[in-house]
């Protein structure tokens, strides 16, 4: 199984500020995936991080809001801009090897005052 | 798109106990079903996952069946212990071979001693 590094694990910000996430996989995987998870919910996929492209992203989701990169194989950031109280939770960063099985790493628990 | 149901949202059971969470989705072109457990402040866990070409599998107390003519596929326990408490997400690939997987609302078990 993949062994996924998130950092940081948590953080306080001041709304209006951004925060970078950062997603080290310790072995090259097909697809990496970044979710937000509501204390007490379930896990929403936010977008889906392509390499060297523009990530895929669902639903409710925008690039302005939520900007991905993924420069190489292992590697992933996400950002959350401009944030809002509204943003408060934890986001999850994934990455799934050829065989599908899907890892997660920590998890980034996020509160914005 | 993929529509996963799971239930019960919460489960109690006394420690030595089984206990039984179930799933249903909507997509029947799913053929990967993994469960994923995660305790408090740490990011989900993969414990098991199944297949669409099989029916069953078992991995020491944890067992997950699958039937794809009703589209439903269950997590078993035996033998619960208080370490076992967490909250179960069960989850279905949005596809045949997809690595985008859409998750249950979760359960959350306590294994009381």
């Known amino acids: 199984s993949a062994v996924i590094s998130q950092k940081p694990s948590r953080d306080i910000c001041q709304r209006g500020t951004s925060l970078t996430i950062q997603c080290q996989v310790d072995?090259?995987?097909?697809?990496m995936f970044w979710y937000r998870q509501q204390p007490g919910q379930s896990l929403t996929l936010i977008a889906t991080a392509n390499q060297g492209s523009e990530a895929t992203y669902e639903s409710g989701f925008v690039i302005d809001k939520f900007p991905i990169s993924r420069p190489n194989l292992t590697f992933s950031t996400l950002t959350v801009s401009n944030m809002s109280p509204e943003d408060s939770s934890i986001y999850l960063c994934?990455?799934?090897?050829?065989?599908?099985?899907?890892?997660f790493g920590q998890g980034t628990r996020l509160t914005v005052v | 798109g993929e529509n996963v149901e799971q239930h019960p949202s919460t489960l109690s059971v006394q420690e030595g106990d089984s206990a039984v969470i179930k799933c249903t989705y909507s997509?029947?072109?799913?053929?990967?079903f993994p469960w994923y457990k995660q305790e408090l402040g740490k990011g989900p866990q993969l414990i098991i996952d199944i297949r669409s070409n099989v029916g069953e599998k078992k991995d020491q107390r944890i067992a997950v069946t699958l039937n794809k003519t009703a589209k439903h596929f269950s997590l078993h326990i035996t033998e619960t212990q208080p370490e076992d408490s967490a909250v179960y997400f069960c989850a279905a690939n949005s596809g045949a071979g997809s690595y985008q997987l859409t998750f249950g609302k979760g359960t959350k078990l306590s294994v009381i001693p």
């Open positions: 994934s990455a799934s090897g050829p065989n599908t099985e899907a890892f």
């Open positions: 997509d029947s072109a799913s053929n990967y």
């Open positions: 072995s090259q995987v097909t697809m």
